[in-house]
């Protein structure tokens, strides 16, 4: 009952470290000098959110692949 109580009064603290940690990193992490590199963040954003809420795939399973989809679009697109 203790250990209960505590988890109710934790996970609205931690919702609000998240929700203040998400907003900085989204504007550094979709912003970028140009256009496509812009669209492509914005895409590989969408898609991993349509994997988690649509498909149910595991975050773990998302990470490695954007992170390749950036490295190669990095390595594609004109410098910023």
Known sequence: ???????????????????AAVLPLAQTALIHGTWARTGVAITIALLALLALVGWRQPTWKLIPGGAVVGLISASLLPPA
């Open 1 to 19: 009952v203790l250990f209960r109580s505590f988890l109710k009064g934790v996970m609205p603290a931690v919702l609000g470290v998240l929700a």
